[in-house]
Protein backbone atom coordinates (compact mmCIF):
# COMPACT_ATOMS: atom_id res chain seq x y z
CA UNK A 1 0.00 0.00 0.00
CA UNK A 2 1.20 3.67 -0.30
CA UNK A 3 1.80 5.88 2.54
CA UNK A 4 3.32 9.57 2.06
CA UNK A 5 5.41 11.37 4.68
CA UNK A 6 6.14 14.50 6.06
CA UNK A 7 8.32 16.12 8.40
CA UNK A 8 9.30 17.57 10.78
CA UNK A 9 5.55 17.75 12.10
CA UNK A 10 5.79 21.30 13.78
CA UNK A 11 8.39 24.09 12.79
CA UNK A 12 9.20 27.63 14.16
CA UNK A 13 11.66 29.75 12.47
CA UNK A 14 12.46 33.47 12.56
CA UNK A 15 12.22 35.57 10.32
CA UNK A 16 15.19 35.72 7.46
CA UNK A 17 16.02 31.74 8.38
CA UNK A 18 16.22 29.35 5.69
CA UNK A 19 13.32 26.44 4.95
CA UNK A 20 13.20 23.03 3.64
CA UNK A 21 10.32 20.88 3.90
CA UNK A 22 10.60 17.16 3.02
CA UNK A 23 7.39 14.63 1.46
CA UNK A 24 8.30 11.13 0.34
CA UNK A 25 6.25 8.97 -0.81
CA UNK A 26 6.67 5.06 -0.49
CA UNK A 27 4.66 2.26 -2.40
CA UNK A 28 3.80 3.98 -5.89
CA UNK A 29 6.07 5.04 -8.81
CA UNK A 30 6.15 7.88 -10.84
CA UNK A 31 3.74 9.87 -9.12
CA UNK A 32 2.45 13.84 -9.50
CA UNK A 33 3.57 14.96 -6.42
CA UNK A 34 2.15 18.41 -5.24
CA UNK A 35 2.68 21.32 -2.39
CA UNK A 36 -0.10 23.45 -0.96
CA UNK A 37 -0.33 25.85 1.89
CA UNK A 38 -3.04 26.19 4.17
CA UNK A 39 -3.93 29.86 5.86
CA UNK A 40 -5.91 29.46 9.15
CA UNK A 41 -9.39 28.68 8.59
CA UNK A 42 -9.05 28.69 5.08
CA UNK A 43 -8.76 26.25 1.37
CA UNK A 44 -5.62 25.13 -0.13
CA UNK A 45 -3.38 27.31 -2.28
CA UNK A 46 -1.30 24.91 -4.46
CA UNK A 47 2.25 25.98 -4.79
CA UNK A 48 4.31 23.67 -6.75
CA UNK A 49 3.54 20.25 -8.72
CA UNK A 50 5.57 18.07 -10.26
CA UNK A 51 5.04 15.40 -13.09
CA UNK A 52 8.43 13.83 -12.90
CA UNK A 53 12.01 14.21 -11.71
CA UNK A 54 13.22 17.76 -11.87
CA UNK A 55 10.30 18.96 -13.56
CA UNK A 56 8.42 21.57 -11.43
CA UNK A 57 5.06 24.32 -11.93
CA UNK A 58 5.33 27.08 -9.47
CA UNK A 59 1.59 28.07 -9.46
CA UNK A 60 2.28 31.23 -7.32
CA UNK A 61 4.97 33.82 -7.47
CA UNK A 62 6.24 33.68 -3.59
CA UNK A 63 9.32 33.49 -1.70
CA UNK A 64 9.79 29.68 -1.87
CA UNK A 65 10.89 27.06 -4.28
CA UNK A 66 10.22 23.13 -4.91
CA UNK A 67 12.55 20.56 -6.34
CA UNK A 68 12.50 16.47 -7.04
CA UNK A 69 15.42 15.20 -6.57
CA UNK A 70 14.39 11.57 -6.43
CA UNK A 71 10.62 10.29 -8.17
CA UNK A 72 8.90 9.91 -4.71
CA UNK A 73 10.86 12.76 -2.85
CA UNK A 74 9.50 16.30 -2.42
CA UNK A 75 10.81 18.96 -1.24
CA UNK A 76 9.96 22.79 -0.60
CA UNK A 77 12.66 25.58 0.45
CA UNK A 78 12.95 28.92 1.22
CA UNK A 79 16.28 30.72 1.66
CA UNK A 80 14.64 34.07 3.67
CA UNK A 81 11.16 33.42 5.50
CA UNK A 82 9.00 35.78 5.88
CA UNK A 83 5.95 36.35 8.27
CA UNK A 84 3.21 35.78 5.48
CA UNK A 85 5.35 32.45 5.22
CA UNK A 86 2.99 30.84 8.23
CA UNK A 87 0.96 28.10 7.71
CA UNK A 88 0.22 24.54 7.47
CA UNK A 89 1.52 22.92 4.67
CA UNK A 90 0.46 20.02 2.82
CA UNK A 91 2.29 17.58 0.48
CA UNK A 92 0.11 15.00 -1.72
CA UNK A 93 0.44 13.07 -4.76
CA UNK A 94 -1.48 11.29 -7.36
CA UNK A 95 -0.98 8.36 -9.61
CA UNK A 96 -1.44 9.94 -13.31
CA UNK A 97 -1.71 6.32 -15.02
CA UNK A 98 -4.95 6.21 -13.00
CA UNK A 99 -7.39 7.97 -15.18
CA UNK A 100 -8.51 9.64 -11.97
CA UNK A 101 -7.50 13.07 -9.98
CA UNK A 102 -7.91 12.18 -6.65
CA UNK A 103 -4.85 12.55 -4.18
CA UNK A 104 -3.63 11.10 -1.19
CA UNK A 105 -2.37 14.17 1.27
CA UNK A 106 0.28 13.52 3.60
CA UNK A 107 -0.75 14.84 7.70
CA UNK A 108 1.25 18.36 6.93
CA UNK A 109 3.99 20.89 8.36
CA UNK A 110 2.70 23.28 10.81
CA UNK A 111 4.95 26.49 10.35
CA UNK A 112 5.03 29.35 12.47
CA UNK A 113 7.88 32.16 11.21
CA UNK A 114 8.35 35.02 14.40
CA UNK B 1 -9.26 33.38 -8.69
CA UNK B 2 -11.10 31.16 -6.41
CA UNK B 3 -12.61 27.68 -8.72
CA UNK B 4 -14.77 26.33 -5.87
CA UNK B 5 -16.64 28.36 -3.62
CA UNK B 6 -18.65 26.14 -0.11
CA UNK B 7 -21.57 26.91 1.10
CA UNK B 8 -21.70 27.58 4.28
CA UNK B 9 -18.86 28.52 5.50
CA UNK B 10 -19.57 26.77 8.98
CA UNK B 11 -22.59 25.04 9.59
CA UNK B 12 -23.74 23.11 13.00
CA UNK B 13 -26.46 20.62 13.52
CA UNK B 14 -27.81 17.87 16.06
CA UNK B 15 -26.36 14.29 15.68
CA UNK B 16 -28.58 12.07 13.24
CA UNK B 17 -29.75 15.37 11.04
CA UNK B 18 -28.93 15.48 7.72
CA UNK B 19 -25.95 18.00 6.59
CA UNK B 20 -25.98 19.32 3.45
CA UNK B 21 -23.17 21.59 1.34
CA UNK B 22 -23.13 23.31 -1.44
CA UNK B 23 -19.57 24.16 -3.98
CA UNK B 24 -19.95 26.30 -7.22
CA UNK B 25 -17.72 26.87 -9.54
CA UNK B 26 -16.76 28.90 -12.41
CA UNK B 27 -15.06 26.72 -15.68
CA UNK B 28 -15.82 23.41 -17.09
CA UNK B 29 -14.63 20.97 -14.94
CA UNK B 30 -13.11 16.98 -15.57
CA UNK B 31 -14.54 15.75 -12.53
CA UNK B 32 -15.85 16.78 -8.69
CA UNK B 33 -13.97 15.80 -5.76
CA UNK B 34 -15.05 16.10 -1.44
CA UNK B 35 -12.72 15.91 0.83
CA UNK B 36 -12.58 15.98 4.40
CA UNK B 37 -10.37 17.61 6.93
CA UNK B 38 -10.48 16.44 10.76
CA UNK B 39 -8.55 20.15 12.48
CA UNK B 40 -4.72 20.05 11.81
CA UNK B 41 -4.62 17.01 9.98
CA UNK B 42 -4.90 16.26 6.15
CA UNK B 43 -7.16 15.90 3.80
CA UNK B 44 -8.90 12.55 2.88
CA UNK B 45 -10.74 11.71 -0.34
CA UNK B 46 -14.32 11.20 -0.11
CA UNK B 47 -15.96 10.68 -3.39
CA UNK B 48 -15.56 11.76 -7.06
CA UNK B 49 -18.27 12.34 -9.29
CA UNK B 50 -17.15 13.01 -12.60
CA UNK B 51 -18.61 15.84 -15.36
CA UNK B 52 -21.13 13.01 -17.07
CA UNK B 53 -22.45 11.92 -13.57
CA UNK B 54 -25.49 13.54 -11.73
CA UNK B 55 -26.02 11.40 -8.75
CA UNK B 56 -23.39 9.55 -6.79
CA UNK B 57 -23.09 7.80 -2.83
CA UNK B 58 -20.93 6.42 -1.01
CA UNK B 59 -22.57 4.96 1.88
CA UNK B 60 -23.92 7.56 4.04
CA UNK B 61 -22.53 10.39 1.29
CA UNK B 62 -24.49 11.69 -1.47
CA UNK B 63 -23.11 13.57 -4.13
CA UNK B 64 -24.97 15.58 -6.82
CA UNK B 65 -23.63 17.72 -10.25
CA UNK B 66 -25.31 20.03 -12.21
CA UNK B 67 -22.90 21.45 -14.90
CA UNK B 68 -25.49 23.49 -15.90
CA UNK B 69 -25.58 25.34 -12.88
CA UNK B 70 -21.91 24.55 -12.07
CA UNK B 71 -22.63 23.20 -9.16
CA UNK B 72 -22.38 20.75 -6.55
CA UNK B 73 -23.72 19.25 -3.17
CA UNK B 74 -22.77 17.37 -0.41
CA UNK B 75 -25.20 15.38 1.76
CA UNK B 76 -24.20 13.51 5.03
CA UNK B 77 -27.18 11.40 6.29
CA UNK B 78 -27.76 10.57 9.54
CA UNK B 79 -24.97 12.34 10.81
CA UNK B 80 -22.61 11.59 14.05
CA UNK B 81 -20.15 13.63 16.07
CA UNK B 82 -17.47 11.86 14.52
CA UNK B 83 -18.46 13.47 10.97
CA UNK B 84 -17.35 16.94 12.56
CA UNK B 85 -14.49 18.29 10.08
CA UNK B 86 -14.17 20.64 7.46
CA UNK B 87 -15.51 19.19 3.67
CA UNK B 88 -13.42 20.86 0.94
CA UNK B 89 -14.57 20.51 -2.39
CA UNK B 90 -12.05 20.34 -5.59
CA UNK B 91 -12.54 20.73 -9.14
CA UNK B 92 -10.42 19.12 -11.89
CA UNK B 93 -9.71 21.07 -14.51
CA UNK B 94 -7.63 21.69 -17.76
CA UNK B 95 -6.04 18.96 -20.11
CA UNK B 96 -3.11 17.11 -19.56
CA UNK B 97 -2.21 14.79 -17.13
CA UNK B 98 -1.42 16.85 -14.38
CA UNK B 99 -3.80 16.45 -11.92
CA UNK B 100 -4.22 19.06 -10.86
CA UNK B 101 -7.36 20.79 -8.13
CA UNK B 102 -8.07 23.94 -7.44
CA UNK B 103 -9.91 23.82 -3.64
CA UNK B 104 -12.52 25.85 -2.66
CA UNK B 105 -13.12 27.41 1.08
CA UNK B 106 -14.45 24.34 2.74
CA UNK B 107 -17.04 24.38 4.97
CA UNK B 108 -16.63 23.79 8.38
CA UNK B 109 -19.39 20.94 9.99
CA UNK B 110 -19.80 20.81 13.48
CA UNK B 111 -21.80 17.50 14.90
CA UNK B 112 -23.17 17.65 18.51
CA UNK B 113 -23.61 15.28 20.39
Known amino acids: SQTIHQWPATLVQPVGSPLSLECTVE??????LYWYRQAAGRGLQLLFY??????ISSEVPQNLSASRPQDRQFILSSKKLLLSDSGFYLC?????????????FGPGTRLTVL | SQQGEEDPQALSIQEGENATMNCSYK?????LQWYRQNSGRGLVHLIL?????REKHSGRLRVTLDTSKKSSSLLITASRAADTASYFC?????????????FGQGTTLQVKP
Open chain 1, 92 to 104: AWSDPSGGVDEQF
Open chain 1, 27 to 32: GTSNPN
Open chain 1, 50 to 55: SVGIGQ
Open chain 2, 27 to 31: TSINN
Open chain 2, 49 to 53: IRSNE
Open chain 2, 90 to 102: ATAIGSGNTGKLI
